[in-house]
């Protein structure tokens, strides 16, 4: 089974920390993507079969670059591209302290599937109890299967 674990991660590597995590709790099968460094081409979504998401809070909303990959897989549907949405789908976000972009990250990205879980969320650096959280997550999303 292949999880795409696809996240922005780019002032303090906070959200990475958390995307490997739930790579490590879904196990074998797990590709990380941050789309901080490049832009992730969604007719690959087909090939997999979950995805998990993860953002930081910038002003209140979740990254830029994670917007434009629900805008990529919009209009790759609109395309004609099939097996892009109805995914199962795990949320994860990190924040400083604010986290109002929570309601709207969770909005947008039902969109792609099935949500599962609950979304987890660090307060900055993600602490030990928030990447078993994420552990729980990646694990979540492989039983769902
Ligand atoms: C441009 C920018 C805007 C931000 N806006 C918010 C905000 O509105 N609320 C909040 O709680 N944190 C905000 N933060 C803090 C980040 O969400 C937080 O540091 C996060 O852990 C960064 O994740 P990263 O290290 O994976 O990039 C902002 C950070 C940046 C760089």
């Not at 990380?32 to 969604?42: A, M, S, Y």
């Not at 609109?78 to 604010?98: A, C, D, E, P």
């Not at 599937?113 to 660090?122: K, M, Q, R």
Request: proline share 2%.
């Amino acid at each position: 089974m292949k999880a795409l674990i696809i996240y922005h991660s780019q002032q303090h590597g906070n959200t990475g920390k958390m995307a490997e995590a739930v790579a490590e709790g879904f196990g074998d099968g797990a590709t990380l993507w941050n789309t901080n460094e490049k832009r992730f081409d969604v007719t690959k979504v087909p090939g997999y079969d979950c995805i998990a998401v993860g953002t930081p809070d910038y002003f209140s909303y979740m990254a830029g670059t994670l917007k434009t990959f629900m805008d990529d897989i919009y209009i790759a549907e609109r395309n004609g591209v099939k097996g892009i949405t109805g995914k199962r789908v795990v949320l994860f976000l990190s924040h400083g302290g604010g986290g109002r972009a929570k309601e709207s990250f969770e909005k947008l990205f039902n969109r792609l599937g099935d949500v599962v879980g609950e979304t987890v969320e660090s307060v900055g650096s993600p602490d030990a109890s928030v990447l078993d959280a994420c552990k729980a997550l990646g694990k979540t999303l492989a039983a769902r299967l």
